[in-house]
């Protein structure tokens, strides 16, 4: 039997807003599935996978409503993802939210795992959902694809934004009328019967600005949901774990690697030599994350070059400089004149 892990207070609480809206009394779900219903009040609680599911499942009976997990999307808000949420929040782009949700959407749940791939030059947003049992599976897929798109509309300031395609791997409900509650919630076709269930959209969506990027609240907030994925003790890759220590120390000074592979229980050799099983390395994990930083920096702030060149622990200006040219092609100066839009756009 699979280990359907753990789900946060906060993810659950998404599902226990929709059963009220339905005329459901949640709390009778949870008593069904052996829910303290104070972990449920909780946002930071865990809940065990198994009896998540068990509360789904009688919601989506008790509501008698075939598109429970569709219809609960529409109750999305920040606090459903943790602090995940809140990270998106403050990102810049549509890309640099979507990027972080591999990092940290297991603080949401286990529910399930996120993959971004192209695909005939479209991106698709796959979501490989861990859950077997039905119905519950069924709509959870709905709910999360569903929760994706409308939150960033929001995010995004765009009430129009949407996927130029929605692949589900189930059947269409019996009842065809229903159909148009899909093309509600989506605003584009959905295929039903598909291999795998993912949001379909042309890449140039990915680079679509937020509503209020803030880069140092998000840096600020990616620190702490690193220590709280250490905290929980779930795993991540170690390149994951050096980069969330490096981005806990940035603000501060940058941190040598010694101290980064003392702090994680390793000599600099070891670190150096599983990294590279990683296909990557200290110095790509710093570059990488210097030059994310330095784009939002550039684009959302009014910090002078001296300043982000301080921040992000350069030894000058010129060294800031340099580096960012060789990543992408053009000054500082150049990308902030452009509004932030690169010649090279980030790799998926």
């Known amino acids: ?18 059963a009220r809206a339905a005329g459901v009394d949640p709390a009778r779900g949870l008593v069904h599935a ?6 449920a009040e909780d946002p930071e609680a865990r809940i065990s996978g198994e009896r998540f599911e068990a509360m789904l ?8 409503d075939p598109l429970f997990g569709l219809h609960t999307s529409q109750f999305v808000q920040p606090g459903s993802y943790n602090v995940m949420g809140y990270i998106a929040m403050s990102a810049s782009t549509i890309f640099e939210a979507l990027s972080k949700v591999a990092l940290y959407e297991k603080l949401v749940g286990d ?3 996120t993959e971004t791939v192209m695909r005939e030059n479209l991106v698709e947003v796959r979501w490989i959902c861990r859950h077997q049992k039905q119905p519950a599976r069924r709509h959870l897929i709905e709910n999360v694809l569903g929760s994706w798109v409308l939150y960033t509309r929001w995010l995004a300031d765009n009430p129009s934004l949407s996927p130029e395609l929605v692949l589900l791997e189930h059947a269409p409900p019996e009842n065809r009328r229903l159909l148009e509650d899909y093309r509600k919630i989506f605003g584009c076709e959905v295929r039903f019967n598909q291999p795998w269930s993912a949001l379909v959209s042309h890449p140039d969506v990915l680079q679509h600005r937020l509503r209020q990027p803030d880069p140092q609240l998000h840096s600020t907030l990616e620190a702490h949901a690193a220590r709280k994925l250490q905290s929980l003790g ?10 969330n220590r490096i981005l806990a120390s940035l603000n ?6 010694e101290q980064v592979a003392e702090d994680l229980g390793l000599n600099v050799r070891t670190m150096h030599r599983r990294l590279q099983e990683e296909a990557t390395s200290w110095q790509d994990i710093l570059d990488n994350l210097r030059q994310e930083l330095a784009r939002g ?4 702030t009014g910090l002078t070059q001296m300043e982000i060149a301080e921040k992000l622990g350069y030894s000058d200006i010129r060294s800031f400089q340099r580096s960012f040219k060789r990543h992408h092609d053009m000054t500082p100066g150049e990308f902030r004149e452009q509004g932030g839009d690169s010649s090279q756009p980030p790799p998926l």
């Open 252 to 257: 501060e000074r940058l941190p040598r690697k």
């Open 1 to 18: 039997m699979t280990d359907l892990g753990t789900i946060s207070g906060a993810a659950l609480n998404q599902y226990l807003v929709s």
């Open 297 to 300: 920096y550039l684009r959302d």
């Open 234 to 243: 779930i795993e991540t890759t170690l390149a994951q774990k050096v980069r």
């Open 57 to 64: 499942i009688w919601l989506i009976e008790a509501s008698h």
């Open 111 to 113: 529910m399930g795992v």
């Open 34 to 39: 052996g829910i303290d219903p104070a972990l």
